[in-house]
């Protein structure tokens, strides 16, 4: 019993002689030292600067800093502002960098990061911040476009690309006939051949892949459509209209109309029509006769909604069915009818193997061969649909792309990234794939 007791005692010795230390230890963490104190500042910010106001500055009293974290704008200036500060106390010895003493209303700059020092009313506390005004570096309007891979297959400078069960997969069409197919499953970093595919015996417009009720279809040469539910065990459809081009599926109108493949077929007597494709039992619905002047081949489209909801498809470039260079911008909302868009001539080349899309609310147009077979490497840009056009601001040009490209494939992906695939430039293959953006559509919200 005294035994225990005496080890008691010796361990409540020890616990009492080590205290202090443990004390001090803890003291040198203590709250008051490294989170709060009378010389702290309770607030930071640019109350009475127009356009900034807004921003809201942390206080971290921990580490000492006073930081913005949604920067200010592109070019902001702030190599002369003055700061609303507001101390828990002070006396009045307020300094930044350590020599210039600081009183309210001075105006500083922050272009490059301060410090500041104040010291409480009572003379015992000290505090000491770095200060960092935060703003974007990058033009939020410029375009951002650069090389993902330089492995893309360059079977052809046609191609395809699609997403399909969350895996990009890249598609050809050899002269030779049938389709070859890629498979990219690290974010087209590297690509694998894909199994080959059964049931196309015929040469394939590989542009008029498309996916209609869950069913992907295609057009061949010979005017038969092939679907398949797999994009590996294709059949040709049962029936026997004769397509000239299949352009894409056309969402229906809630209530008013069913989703279908809109395109160009041929009637008994070889006269082209306007057409509509609701399923195998539906068959073909024609429309309005072809003008002379409308792209049968080589086009660019694109689809999308009105500001009421309205889905259309759009066309531009491409060439007619007397082989001439197309240069006029055509559109659609039931695929029956089609109309010209421009009421005058547009402000862009005729070309073929273009590329056209919607990005940030506004209509896209780039690359293809002019009539000298010449590569055009200049963005157009239209905002209202198609209508007129004009070269895209210089801040949004793929510049980046040497010599520009044509029969590239441009996938818009969740309205943030531009992709660009393969293609050709002169007499060239391109292997590349680029990925590109707007810088501000990756901010927050955007």
């Given at each position: ?82 700061p ?6 002070s006396n ?54 650069n ?8 079977i ?25 197919s ?87 007597n ?39 909801d ?118 060239n ?18």
């Amino acid at each position: 019993m005294n035994k225990l007791l005496y080890s008691i005692g010796k361990k409540v010795c020890l616990l009492v002689l080590l205290s202090p230390v443990l004390l001090g230890v803890s003291s040198c963490h203590s709250f008051e030292d490294q989170s709060f104190s009378l010389a702290n500042v309770q607030h930071f910010g640019f109350d009475s600067v127009p356009g900034i106001t807004r921003y809201v500055f942390y206080v971290d009293n921990f580490a000492g800093l006073i930081y913005n974290n949604d920067s200010l704008p592109y070019q902001t200036r702030i190599d002369s502002l003055v700061p609303s500060i507001v101390f828990f106390s002070s006396n009045g010895n307020v300094f930044i960098n350590d020599t210039m003493l600081w009183k309210p209303g001075d105006v500083l700059d922050f272009s490059r990061p301060l410090s500041l020092t104040n010291t409480s009313d009572d003379g015992k506390h000290q505090k000491k911040y770095r200060i960092r005004v935060n703003t974007h570096q990058i033009n939020p309007d410029s375009m951002v476009m650069n090389v993902l891979s330089s492995r893309f297959p360059t079977i052809a400078a046609r191609n395809k690309t699609i997403l399909y069960n969350g895996l990009f997969k890249a598609f050809f069409a050899p002269d030779t006939g049938s389709i070859i197919s890629y498979t990219s499953t690290d974010q087209c970093l590297t690509w694998s051949a894909d199994a080959p595919v059964s049931g196309l015996n015929d040469t394939i417009f590989i542009q008029s892949l498309t996916e209609f009720k869950g069913q992907y279809y295609l057009l061949g040469k010979q005017g038969r459509l092939y679907y398949s539910g797999d994009l590996n065990q294709w059949s040709g459809s049962a029936d026997s209209t004769k397509v000239v081009s299949l352009f894409a599926k056309l969402e229906g109108r809630k209530f008013l109309s069913e989703d279908a493949l809109v395109g160009i077929v041929a009637d008994n007597n070889g006269d082209l029509h306007f057409a509509r494709f609701e399923g195998e039992s539906e068959g073909w619905e024609c429309g309005t006769a072809v003008p002379e002047n409308f792209p049968l081949c080589e086009y660019a489209l694109t689809k999308y909604k009105t500001v009421t909801d309205v889905p259309y498809i759009s066309l531009l470039g491409g060439k007619n069915a007397s082989g001439a260079l197309n240069g006029d911008s055509w559109s659609t909302m039931d695929g029956l009818y089609w109309i010209k868009v421009n009421t005058k001539p547009l402000h862009i080349e005729p070309r073929q193997g273009a590329s056209l899309f919607h990005y940030d609310d506004k209509m896209f147009y780039y690359g293809g061969l002019d009539s000298r077979g010449l590569c055009d490497n200049t963005l157009y840009v239209s905002g209202n649909n198609g209508v007129t056009w004009s070269a895209a601001d210089t801040l949004l040009q793929f510049y980046s792309i040497d010599g520009g490209l044509a029969y590239q494939d441009i996938f818009v992906e969740e309205g943030k990234y531009i992709w660009i695939f393969g293609g050709e430039s002169g007499s060239n293959i391109s292997n590349k794939v680029w990925k590109g953006n707007i810088h501000r559509k990756l901010f927050p919200g955007k």
